[in-house]
């Protein structure tokens, strides 16, 4: 009986575990498929959803939007549009794309200012017809605003039409590209070069100024000797007591010279070099004429160290010519107009920012009256019949005699002329502009150089030249005739009264000048440091230095204290 109960019990088990297994199994099952059934539902739903909410619209935009977003969204229209359309979408973006190209390369090519006008034509008629192919009635019709499907024979005419057009671009633009790539490196090497040129004119200027500017102050070294010489009369008086005039200052047999300056040691080069190259230097005569503040300083110099080999010398201060004052002389009355002085005030600002050349026109020191002397010169010394004028930056090189011997034809001045070609004429000198100016000179006369003039004083005063001098004077005391400097009025004095000399009795531009000629140089008679680096300055050449400093007297106590570094 037992038995029989733990069989049943087994059997009872046995059966139970079946009809549990059996469940378990089928619920599984139905589970899966009910998870499947949900998934397809959810699918189907959403397919259903996008279809109906995104109908497709024709293209009557320029261009498809190319984010993110709209790519997503022209996939999912594209899975229930025709593909046809899709086709459209790609070709009509490509048009687009270059359409764009072409007029940018248009664009670079007008800002770029390219001589390229069929290039231009070419590209402005290219975007046009990409415009026209969309605007064409047929493929307007049947592919931009048909909502029905996309007619393959007219997408694929289309299509070619487009290609074609795409090729011509891309072959115009690799054309063209290395044009362009050229004329842009072309025109940022121009913007460079005149940026640097800007520089350049702007350097020049500056230099130019600060080297006037060194040429007109008074060096250091200048300065020491005046003071010392000075010095030097005030600690014995004794032995500089002005001796009574020779009568070989008025002898008008002998070479007479004319030296107005206030630099002593330039005074004493031109002197020696006059003496050391002279045949006879006894028969030579120096006339010097400085300022009041300079007398005693070059008294004391040529007493200190007398002219040599038997030359004559006299030193006189401007104020020693008494009939030199305001009431006879147009430049000492203009210096003392209100008017003048103004022009002067009102053009300082103004002649900072010019070029040297203006500036130096319109410094106050061109009237000065030691400047203005040269026109005074058969008043100065009524008894002479010639004299040589010599400015105080040359250096003599040979006997000058032979000036005196120099048939003049009747003619005041005897100089070399300046003029080459268009350069150095009248019409640089003065304002033709003005009517008198232009009814009474030729701008085209040759113009010539102070520095060394043999003047012959008979027929000076036969032609009444200082009158001339006096009377255009005093029309220029407004500048309106020329800016104050003492070439132009000297052209107008001596106008059809000058005899051109042969150019190797005087040779200028030493003083501004590199390339002047050594064998030119040598073969001259005197040569001229006319300019700005004056050879007892520091900014003078050296190759043309050493022509000037060997005529200096090192000897002199005074030029070793002072350090001239010679």
């Known amino acids: 009986m037992a038995v029989a109960v733990r069989g049943t019990r087994g059997g009872a088990g046995a059966g139970g575990g079946s009809v549990l297994g059996g469940f378990s199994l089928r619920s ?7 998870v499947s059934a ?20 024709p293209l009557h935009h320029s261009a498809l939007p190319t984010t993110g977003n709209a790519y997503v969204h022209r996939t999912f229209l594209a899975l229930k549009s025709d593909p046809l359309k899709t086709r459209l979408d790609l070709i009509y973006k490509q048009a687009s794309d270059h359409v764009a190209l072409v007029n940018a390369y248009a664009a670079y090519a007008r800002k770029l200012k390219l001589e390229i006008s069929r290039q231009l034509t070419m590209f402005d008629d290219l975007a046009r017809n990409f415009s026209y192919i969309q605007m064409k009635p047929t493929y307007r019709a049947s592919l931009f605003e048909s909502d029905g499907p996309v007619d393959e024979d007219v997408l694929r005419q289309f299509e070619k039409e487009v290609k074609d057009r795409v090729k011509t671009a891309r072959l115009m633009i690799v054309e063209a590209k290395e044009n362009y790539d050229n004329q842009l490196k072309i025109q940022k090497l121009q913007d460079t070069i005149f940026a640097v040129n800007e520089l350049l004119i702007k350097a020049k200027k500056n230099g130019a100024f600060a080297s006037l500017i060194s040429a007109k102050s008074i060096p250091k070294s200048l300065h020491c000797l005046a003071m010392r010489l000075v010095e030097e009369r005030v600690s014995h008086p004794e032995k500089y007591i002005d001796e009574e005039p020779k009568p070989e200052f008025e002898d008008p047999s002998l070479y007479h010279y004319a030296i107005f300056s206030d630099n002593v040691i330039a005074v004493s080069v031109v002197v020696r070099s006059v003496v050391k190259n002279a045949q006879e230097p006894s028969k030579h005569v120096f006339h010097v004429v400085t300022d009041r503040m300079n007398l005693e300083a070059m008294k004391v110099w040529f007493k200190m160290r007398p002219v040599e080999a038997g030359a004559h010398l006299e030193v006189k201060a401007v104020e020693d010519y008494t009939f030199l004052n305001s009431s006879y002389v147009p430049v000492l009355r203009q210096m003392e107009s209100e008017k003048l002085q103004r022009f002067y005030i009102e053009n300082q600002a ?9 500036w130096k026109l319109r410094r106050p020191r061109d009237l000065s009256m030691l400047d203005h002397l040269r026109f005074y010169l058969p008043e100065m010394y009524p008894k002479l019949h010639k004299i040589l004028f010599l400015d105080d930056d040359v ?5 000058l005699t032979g000036l005196w011997k120099i048939d003049l034809d009747g003619k005041v001045n005897g100089a070399v002329e300046t003029c080459f070609g268009s350069f150095h004429r009248y019409a640089q000198y003065l304002n033709f502009s003005h009517p008198l100016i232009r009814e009474s000179f030729n701008p085209k006369a040759c113009a010539w150089a102070y ?15 200082t009158e001339q001098y006096h009377y255009w004077q005093n029309l220029n005391e407004d500048n309106t005739l020329w800016k104050s400097s003492t070439l132009p009025p000297g052209l107008i004095t001596f106008y059809s009264a000058t005899k051109s000399l042969d150019k190797s009795w005087h040779v200028l531009g030493l003083g501004y000048n590199p390339s002047i000629s050594m064998d030119e140089i040598s073969n001259a008679a005197v040569i001229h440091y006319n300019g700005n680096m004056k050879p007892w300055l520091d900014i003078a050449m050296n190759q043309y230095k050493n022509l000037w400093t060997k005529y200096v007297d090192n000897d002199m106590e005074f030029v070793q204290m002072c350090n001239f570094g010679l």
């Open 350 to 358: 103004e002649n900072a920012t010019k070029d040297a050349h203006n």
């Open 28 to 34: 599984f099952f139905s589970f899966r498929i009910f």
């Open 395 to 399: 250096v003599v090189q040979k006997d």
């Open 451 to 465: 520095g060394m003039n043999i003047f012959d004083l008979d027929a000076w005063r036969h032609e009444k030249c």
């Open 38 to 57: 949900m998934f397809s539902l959810l699918f189907i739903a959403t397919l259903s959803v996008l279809f109906t909410t995104n109908p497709s619209t």
